[in-house]
């Protein structure tokens, strides 16, 4: 028991160290875990070989983390994305088998060992990549879109590379294999049994999650919610999990594959939200162990021993994965930075490659040593990922910022009497109010991303920097009534409030403010009107609160009103109070006095509020009253 203890404390020790400091430096936590793996493997000897054993444990986070990934899918959403499932899954997927086919047979291996290995390849990382993808947000992307279809596609993949697989046995290893004997640790309820036996068992068991998933788990979530207990919910979400992974291995099945199905299917449940959170600390830290595995599992004397060999190995299926991936994303017409996200993303061997490598050992596909070699280049080919994305955030999306940047302003031949500059979601909503009411505007934007949605649904929208003069004079300020400002640069907001009270005092300019200092900044530049970004979304948020809390509508109305009222009354003693402070934070003890007077009086109008809405309400109440008395006579 000391031993397992001591195992667990070293493993925690090097993620608690390594993956803080490697978040820190931008690398992503993916990385922190293959150097902590790799410290307290290789490099210090602190594990041995538990690792491949925890390895096999720790793969389960694979599993959880599909099962999450289904959860937010609706089935619909899974029909809408067919095309990139089925078209870039299934074109990267062949084109990569074929290729890496190619190679290995031109490097002196017999066709059935070269297939097995272009099938290994030809997966990539699910864990590495939606993670990465998760904590740099670019899940919502194009390139990120198209590469979670591909691995979905990928995922699915495995079931027939593990039918077709011992089909490939050679047979002076096959008869290696049955002298060396079974190892008994795998079960199966399919070995054995003719071809139309088994897709009977395959599709009785995809069936089992599918249909039993939708009409039989609700009834257990209720019967388990019904005690209260969090951790009874919690064991049975694990039970959940643990049961769909052993049901899809006894059948010879993905169960990575099976808990995305089950995801899909409980997705409309009511108690999806309740077991994303009981499920995700378990998926966090078993991927965590998984990448550290992966790191301490490395081979040090086979390392030294072909070193140049394996090196060569996964810079070549890099690039073999990375081209196919660059040239599929030219069929499907993935533009600019989210093309290169594509092949980056996905040029790494995958998780499952160790799972496939295992399993062709032990149908006597592959032998033991070309195993141990290919073992190491699915793990330095994961290992180098993150350099890949840091390639992509360091290298790649700033080249095409400044491509976009490069770009020539628009020629701007219509004038209007109001200038918007940007238009996000806070410039779209004053810009479509304006022309409701037949006032001319000109809309500028640096975002040429955005320039072009815009034109797509029909807004006249043109490229350029509003805060530059120049701009502002080619889109006619000379001959505008207003300005607008809804741009993200705070500086640059301040920037040209001064410029054009300045140099055309006659332009009224409006703008927003992202908080009470910025407004402040933007009054002191001498802006007509400032209005905070969540203000007024903040005051309705809070009055339907009430409301659905039971409080009166005109009880809630009255509220938010004698808000407003005392906001607007002591905004200019703060902002008086803003300018007087000389320090550089403009927050000196004056201020925050008056702040704490100001959240004094808001909590007694809200009061004084209540107390006059209450007799209103109630007056109210007697005529409605009075009118249903009267419809009864």
């Given amino acids: 028991m000391t031993g397992y203890f001591l195992q667990a404390f ?65 089935p619909k959403s899974l029909w809408a994305m067919k095309t990139r499932l089925i078209g870039l899954g299934g074109l990267q997927l062949l084109l990569t088998t074929v290729l890496i086919t190619l190679l290995a047979q031109a490097l002196g291996q017999t066709l059935s060992v070269s297939l097995t290995i272009g099938l290994i390849f030809s997966l990539s990382s699910t864990a590495i990549v939606l993670q990465t993808f998760q904590e740099k947000g670019l899940q919502q992307t194009e390139g990120g879109k198209s590469a979670f279809s591909v691995l979905l596609f990928q995922d699915i993949a495995v ?32 070995e054995g049994l003719p071809a139309w036996l088994y897709a009977i068992v395959i599709i009785a068991s995809v069936a089992v999650v599918t249909v039993g998933g939708h009409y039989l788990s609700r009834p257990l979530f209720k019967f388990v919610a019904s005690s209260g207990l969090r951790e009874i919910f919690t064991a049975t979400a694990l039970m959940l999990m643990v049961g769909i992974a052993a049901l899809m291995s006894l059948v010879g ?58 090196l060569g190995l996964t810079l070549t299926v890099m690039l073999v994965k990375s081209l196919v991936l660059f040239v599929v994303t030219l069929f ?29 050992g032990q149908n006597a596909v592959l032998p033991a040593g070309l195993i141990e070699i290919l073992s190491l280049v699915v793990a330095f080919s994961m290992f180098l990922t993150p350099g890949l994305f840091i390639l992509f955030d360091k290298v790649i999306m700033p080249l095409y910022t400044r491509r976009s940047n490069r770009r020539k302003p628009d020629e701007i031949k219509e004038k209007g009497t109001v200038i918007i500059a940007g238009i996000g979601r806070f410039g779209q909503i004053v810009n479509r109010l304006l022309l409701a009411n037949n006032i001319k505007t000109v809309v500028l934007d640096i975002r040429s991303e955005q320039i072009d949605n815009m034109r797509r649904i029909g807004t006249q929208a043109y ?26 640069d705070k500086e640059s907001s301040i920037d040209m409030v001064k410029y054009i009270k300045h140099a055309y005092p006659r332009v009224k300019v409006l703008s927003r403010a992202f908080d009470r200092g910025h407004g402040y900044r933007l009054r002191q530049a001498g802006v007509d009107f400032v209005v905070s970004e969540t203000y007024h979304s903040a005051l309705e948020m809070g009055a339907e609160a009430l409301r659905s809390l039971g409080i009166h509508p005109i009880q809630a109305k009255k509220q938010v009103a004698a808000y407003k009222a005392i906001e607007a009354k002591q905004s200019d003693t703060l902002y008086a109070a803003w300018l007087d402070d000389a320090s550089g934070e403009r927050i000196d003890n004056n201020f925050i006095k008056l702040f704490i007077q100001l959240e004094t009086l808001i909590q007694e109008a809200l009061k004084e509020a209540e107390k006059e809405a209450t007799p209103h309400i109630h007056h109210q109440e007697t005529v409605v009253n009075s009118d249903d008395e009267s419809v009864k006579k």
Avoid at 175 to 180: A, F, L, P, V
Wanted: no cysteine.
């Fill in 159 to 190: 079931i027939p590379m593990l039918a077709l697989i011992p089909l490939l046995a050679l047979p002076e290893l096959a008869s290696q294999h049955t002298d060396s004997g079974s190892h008994g640790n795998n079960f199966s309820l399919v």
């Fill in 463 to 488: 490229f350029g920097d509003a805060s530059k003069p120049d701009m502002l004079h080619t889109a006619g300020i000379e001959h505008a009534s207003m300005l607008v400002i809804a741009i993200n």
């Fill in 10 to 74: 070293i493993y925690l020790v090097a993620a608690v160290i390594a993956v803080p400091l490697a978040k820190r430096s931008g690398l992503g936590s993916v990385l922190g875990y293959l150097v902590a793996g790799v410290a307290i493997g290789p490099v210090l000897g602190l594990v041995g070989d538990e690792t491949t054993t925890i390895q096999h444990f720790a793969e389960f986070g694979v599993v959880m983390m599909l099962f999450l990934v289904g959860l937010e899918l609706e």
């Fill in 253 to 310: 099945l993905s169960p990575a594959l099976g808990a995305f199905l089950a995801g899909v299917v409980l997705a409309n449940s009511e108690f999806r939200h309740e077991l994303e959170a009981n499920v995700e600390p378990f998926k966090g830290l078993l991927l965590g162990l998984f990448f550290i595995t992966v790191g301490a599992g490395i081979n040090v004397d086979i390392l030294t021993e072909n070193a140049l060999i394996i």
């Fill in 332 to 360: 499907f017409k993935l533009k600019a930075a989210n093309r290169w996200l594509f092949a980056l993303s996905l040029a790494q061997a995958g998780e499952f490659g160790f799972v496939l490598l295992s399993f062709s």
